[in-house]
């Protein structure tokens, strides 16, 4: 673990110089002097996408769970849950977190204040909460989108509830929600950006400083190319896991008799 | 806290923060309302760039739409609100005009939003375009329509229905982003709760109580959503 | 830009000219404020224009026995009003800047502004240098924050918040266990916050205050740095500035 951190941390000092470095001779000295706070931001921005999302989506499975199910102690509160964080802008969700909460300080929050203190962790909970509301509603989507007689069916195979939701619905439903849980990650990515307002030095606050101190507009552009650079690949990646994960004889087009 | 200095702290008139709340509630609206008419009419126009033969459009509006899918809705509005000043200061200079002139709050937030929502709405038209069933067209003229009454008598009429359901998602999630518009100090909603939270340094209740009106803003425009839905199918659905 | 030419050249003359008849009766000074920055320029409740800028104007004008009129200019055509002719000095707490020196001239500076350090009280902190290891926040488009940033970045947790409220808040909370601001809002605000103090001395980024007159009228700008040595030495300064502040702020 420590190895992978390590390894980890140097990866990013190195990327970070080497790239700064190779673009230092084809760039502005405004960009060559920032570069290495973008790259700083740019790392914190994937950071903080990456864990929220991996969480966001196990939070959003467990929502999802009870959103669909025959319950109502499970169901109205899961649906309670997805309706207000998609009802409200992410931004008074980070500051009733942030300095809503923060303001109760160290007496009132007891053991929970070392996590409030810190203002990357506070947008992590807010980013993870949120995308877990909107991926769960993408996941009943593709839940409520299976036929029913597959359930039906697998019923009267005999399988268990458990069953028939690891071996049945919940693999098709992702492939069904595979594009739209995609774009709900680039929106994750471009959400991210408002956690520069509780002090967090992503790639926007870099960018937000950076620009402060010589009020040049470029800046902004040089911050959106990056962000830009980070929706490409996050774009190639999620085709890549669809390509991996699709059955052909599912997907492939039938051609006509 | 007792529920007392909660309503108290919420209450209208001098004393209480109510009244600014709603005051800025009502600021949101028309900045999303302004925002939508204007984003609606640019992204019809960046639509007609996307469906257009022209090679060199289609290349400009395709590289206008990746660029706000790509950046942060935040970035963006900053771009504008730093950016459109300096626009006008060298348009005037252009002129031989010194001017100090800055560019109100609500016209650069108006701005900023009405462009995000442009790039998607863009999108949804040019969907909705493309699923009118062409045998519709075709038949339209075969009858000896022109181009342009097959556009305003069929297409256009058809593409309201099928785009409904998308821009309805887009204004929920413009509805949402003029919240941005407190970072630039412009009075809606948000920044009044900010303001207030500030000044009584009671920022939990203040930021939960706008949670609340936004709660309601979205739950007002869901329902007129279902209404409206409802009314586009008719006749279409089962 | 014919017609620009000749209206600068026509205000230079007069300008020379009303300069050289000001010499035989009291001079007669127009003096533009902004009337929108307490404690240094405001109205009061009858409209009048009060603050340590009119005092320091008044002073001046009692000293070099000028008759002065003071006017509340907004602060966006401020100095292009003065380079126009529409008044001949500004009092207006304006930074001496580079930019502002293409344009107008400054007398010698009659204030600072100092950065400075707030904490809660009791907080153990005694200046700038306890800082290290403590979490210390700044607005972040202020002068405070790049000092914060460059002086204290690596030693520190620096942390740029959007507004100067949102510090406050913040170190209201003990998120911050210290903020480096401007020191005439941070003085303002610990006015009415009881439990927050500064600490330590002013930091000094040499950002001077000046006085603003057109760039070739010398005589006036030397009339006030006379007029202004004067009040430094006779007291009357420290009297103003004992109105305002309970630190000296030359």
Known sequence: MFDFVRVYLNFKIAASDGICGALAPISPDLFVNACPRFFDGFFVTLELLLLSSVLGFLIAVAVVL????????????????????????????????????????????????????????????????????????????GIQNLPHGQIEAAEACGMTWSQRMRRIIFPQAIRIAWPAYGNEVILLMKASALVSTITVMDLMGQTRTIFSRSYDLSIFLYGAALYLVLAGLLTLGLRLVEARMTIPSFTQPKSPR | MNNESVFSLLAFGDTGWGDDLLAGAWITVQLAAVSLVCGLALGLLLAGGRLSPWRPLNWLTNTYIIFIRGTPEFLVLLLVFFGLDLVVQQIAAGLGIQSSFEVPKFAAAVAGLSLIFSAYASEVFRGAYLAVPTGQIEAATATGMSAGQVFWRVRLPQMWRFALPGLANLWMVLLKDTSLAAVIALDELLRQAKVASESTLQPLVFYLAAGAIYLVLTAVSDIARHRLELGARRGYAR | MFKKLVTVALVATIAAASAGSAIAQPMQIRIATEGAYPPFNQKDAAGNLVGFDIDIANALCAEMKAECTVVAQDWDGIIPGLVANKYDAIIASMSITPERQQSVGFTEPYYSNYLHVMAKKGSGIAGADDLAGKSVGAERSTVASQWAEDNLGRSADVKLYDTQTAAYSDLDAGRIDAMVSDIYPAYDWLQTHDGFEFIGDNIDIADKIGIAVRKDDNELREALNGALKTIRDNGTYATINAKYFPFDIY
């Open chain 1, 66 to 141: 009870a959103r669909v199910s025959s319950s109502r102690f499970l169901s109205i509160p899961a649906h309670a849950y997805i309706y207000v964080f998609r009802g409200t802008p992410l931004l008074v969700q980070l500051w009733v977190l942030y300095y809503g909460l923060g303001s109760m300080g160290a007496e009132g929050l007891g053991p929970l204040w070392p996590f409030f203190k810190e203002g990357w962790w506070v947008g992590l909970l807010t980013l993870t909460l949120n995308t877990a509301a909107y991926v769960a509603e993408i996941l009943r989507g």
